[in-house]
């Protein structure tokens, strides 16, 4: 299994290799943004062998925890919206729930809190190289999708978060259902036994254990469930997705 495995993942590497060096040229064809797109495809197809929904991230022992839980991203979103619940240290709060769902809802963090929750202590593994090692608790995204009923339509689970990361351009980010589902998916409303600081994403942000930083979406104001998120932002699933990097981002 272990030999399969890498084999698996020389082979994602040398495809993106492939893909990085020669994409000026293919994204400038006709024909380009088709083989992109089934390369992408092919790619999660991949994940999926090495990462299947059963899969779970590594845990840890409290004593393994970092000092300092390093914050990505955003550390203080400036838009109107969320600087006036910082103002009131986020009582009027409320998580919205919408999209292909049954009963859409709008949550307290004392509503979330009455859903089934998980504590667990993972990794936090940034694009940029860096990870460390907290201790999360919040509640199942699973709980939450049973809670507002999830219409068969739907596929991936949107992020909209209040912060800007350009004007007029809120983070965004996204999830398949399997993903969403997994027992280590958390929207989570403590860090390290405390409640969220402000620039690790405070009121609530999502926790990935099987997925990059960039995938931890911050200060969520909004799940929404869509069949398809070809019509948010530039269709490509998140905001750095945006910007060319993979949707599915497993570690």
């Known amino acids: ?112 809190k009455k859903l089934d929750s998980r504590t667990q202590i993972t990794r936090h593994d940034c694009v940029e190289g860096w990870s460390v090692i907290g201790k999360w608790q919040g509640a199942l995204l699973s709980a939450v999708l049973d809670h507002v009923g999830v219409d068969p339509q739907a596929r991936f689970v949107v992020f909209h978060c ?4 350009e004007a007029d351009t809120p983070y965004y980010e996204s999830l398949d259902l399997s993903e969403a589902r997994h027992p280590q998916t958390l929207l989570a409303w403590n860090l390290n036994d405390q409640p969220l600081p402000v620039p690790n994403g405070a009121p609530l942000r999502l926790r990935v254990g099987r997925q990059l930083g960039y995938k931890q979406a911050k200060y969520i104001g909004r799940i929404e469930l869509v069949r398809s998120f070809a019509d948010i932002g530039d269709g490509n699933g998140g905001y750095w997705e945006d910007q060319g990097y993979e949707w599915y981002a497993g570690i």
């Open 162 to 165: 209040l912060d800007d990361m």
């Open 1 to 112: 299994m272990t030999d399969r495995r890498s084999f698996l993942r020389m082979a994602i590497m040398g495809t993106a290799g492939l893909l990085v060096a020669g994409c000026d040229r293919i994204s400038q064809s006709s024909w380009g943004p088709k083989v992109l797109g089934k390369a992408e495809g092919l790619n999660r197809r991949v994940q999926a062998l090495l990462a299947p929904s059963s899969a779970m991230a590594q845990e840890f022992s409290a004593a393994d925890i970092s000092p300092v839980f390093r914050p990505n991203g955003t550390v203080m979103p400036n838009t109107p919206a969320y600087q006036a619940l910082l103002a009131n240290q986020f009582r009027d709060y409320k998580l919205q729930v919408d999209g292909l769902v049954s009963r859409p809802a709008m949550l307290s963090i004392d509503d979330l």
